[in-house]
């Protein structure tokens, strides 16, 4: 795989690549979410040595709607591979960086509603589905789905 490094980084520069992976349809003023200037918001980019982002993930605390009582959860979004290095671990990279965010942050569970392409991304990372798949007309199939994080241990 190419060497790409995944850090924490302004969500603006994930927009190009969020547009082009996720929004196709719709105009980059698109991609942004509400909760993008929330202090709490963190983005993860994967980039290429000269800067390029090739992946994305966004995590925000937000009740999970099946469990909105259970306290720390937070919700993943924005989850894109560049197309042309998908099945190269860059996603599972990324995806473990916002996990572990959510982690040092004092969060207990982590829910998103994927792309039912994607269900096994998540499940591979220890997700699992609640309810049934649902049609976005844009955007096609989801299933909602969530797991729990610990608490690292000192
Ligand atoms: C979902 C998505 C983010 C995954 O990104 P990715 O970079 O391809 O993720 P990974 O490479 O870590 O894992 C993808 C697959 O490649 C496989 N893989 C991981 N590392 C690999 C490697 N080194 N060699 C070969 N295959 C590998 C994994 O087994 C995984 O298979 P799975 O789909 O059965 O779980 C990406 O496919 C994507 O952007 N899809 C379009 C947008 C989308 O649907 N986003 C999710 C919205 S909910």
């Keep these: 795989m190419t060497e790409i490094r995944v850090e924490q980084v302004a969500p603006e520069l994930t927009y190009a690549l969020r547009q082009r992976v996720l929004r196709p349809h719709l105009d980059i003023s698109a991609v942004r979410l509400a909760g993008d200037d929330d202090p709490l918001t963190a983005t ?20 999970c ?6 306290p720390g959860a937070w919700r ?16 599972g990279h ?5 996990i572990a ?14 792309r039912t392409p994607a269900r096994s991304f998540y499940e591979r990372a220890g997700f699992e589905v609640h309810g049934e798949e649902w ?5 096609g199939p989801h299933v909602a789905m969530w797991r729990r994080v610990y608490p690292v241990v000192d």
């Design 44 to 63: 993860f980019a994967a980039r290429t040595p000269d800067g390029e982002v090739v992946g994305s993930a966004i995590v925000r605390p937000e009740p």
């Design 65 to 70: 709607p099946w469990r909105p009582a259970d």
């Design 76 to 91: 993943l979004r924005g989850m894109a591979t560049d197309e042309a290095l998908r099945g190269q671990g860059v996603g």
């Design 94 to 98: 990324v995806l473990r960086a916002a």
């Design 101 to 114: 965010h959510v982690v040092l942050a004092g969060g207990e569970l982590i829910w998103c509603n994927a």
């Design 135 to 139: 049609v976005d007309p844009q955007i």
